[in-house]
T-cell receptor, first 111, second 114 residues
C-alpha cells in the first residue's frame, strides 16, 4: 500500500527544475507532500484533494491525477534551501490525515 | 507559539527495558498522530487520536507498544519490553482535525535499543 516515489534521488544545480512523482496502486482521496531536512522533522508543503483543490504554503506546484492515482511535485528554479527528502503521503480511506507515506525522494541542490 | 514538543530527544536503552516517549501537541489541535521512521520502512503511522480518543491503532506493531492520551495536551507512547528492532525515530504530529490538513511534526525522539 506504500506509494512509490520516483526518482529515488536527484542532484540539481541551483536554478534547475525537478519533478518528483508519487504513484499508488489504490484509489486516493488526497495526496500530501512534505519535505524533511536531515535530522529534522517533516514540514508540510501541499495538499491535493480530489476534485482539484490545492492547499499549499510555498511557491511549489503539484498535480493530482485521480484516475491514474498519481501526483507530481514540481520544483522550479531550485534553490539551495530546497535540498532535503520529499515524501508524498496518501490518504487511502478518506480519513483525511491518516497518511501512508512513500519511501521518499532525496533532492540535493548544488551551486 | 510553541510547536509540537517531544521528549526525550534521544534515548539509549538496553533490550528489555521500558521506554516512554512523550508528546505535547499544539494547543487547540484536536488530532494527534504517532509515526515511526526507519531507513527500511520510512514513515509509518502507528496510532492516531481524535479528541483524546484512539481512532486507529492498526499500525502498532505488536502488544509491546501502547499509547495513551489522557488529556488534550499530553500523549505517551510506551514500549515494554523494548527490542533492538524498535530502534527508530519516533515522531509525534498534531493537526486541527482528522480531516485533510497540515500535520505539524515534533522534532522526534531518536530511540536506540542495544
Amino acid at each position: 500500500q506504500q506509494p512509490v516515489q520516483s526518482p529515488q534521488a536527484v542532484i540539481l544545480r541551483e536554478g534547475e527544475d525537478a519533478v518528483i512523482n508519487c504513484s499508488s496502486s489504490k484509489a486516493l482521496y488526497s495526496v500530501h507532500w512534505y519535505r524533511q531536512k536531515h535530522g529534522e522533522a517533516p514540514v508540510f508543503l501541499m495538499i491535493l484533494l480530489k476534485g482539484g483543490e490545492q492547499k499549499g504554503h510555498e511557491k511549489i506546484s503539484a498535480s493530482f491525477n485521480e484516475k491514474k492515482q498519481q501526483s507530481s511535485l514540481y520544483l522550479t528554479a531550485s534553490q539551495l534551501s530546497y535540498s532535503g527528502t520529499y515524501f508524498c503521503g496518501t490518504d487511502l480511506t478518506g480519513g483525511g490525515n491518516k497518511l501512508t507515506f512513500g519511501t521518499g525522494t532525496q533532492l540535493k541542490v548544488e551551486l | 507559539d510553541a510547536g509540537v514538543i517531544q521528549s526525550p530527544r534521544h534515548e539509549v536503552t538496553e533490550m528489555g527495558q521500558e521506554v516512554t516517549l512523550r508528546c505535547k501537541p499544539i494547543s487547540g489541535h484536536n488530532s494527534l498522530f504517532w509515526y515511526r521512521q526507519t531507513m527500511m520502512r520510512g514513515l509509518e503511522l502507528l496510532i492516531y487520536f481524535n479528541n483524546n480518543v484512539p481512532i486507529d491503532d492498526s499500525g502498532m506493531p505488536e502488544d509491546r507498544f501502547s499509547a495513551k492520551m489522557p488529556n488534550a495536551s499530553f500523549s505517551t507512547l510506551k514500549i515494554q519490553p523494548s527490542e533492538p528492532r524498535d530502534s527508530a525515530v519516533y515522531f509525534c504530529a498534531s493537526s486541527l482535525g482528522i480531516g485533510a490538513g497540515e500535520l505539524f511534526f515534533g522534532e522526534g525522539s531518536r530511540l536506540t535499543v542495544l
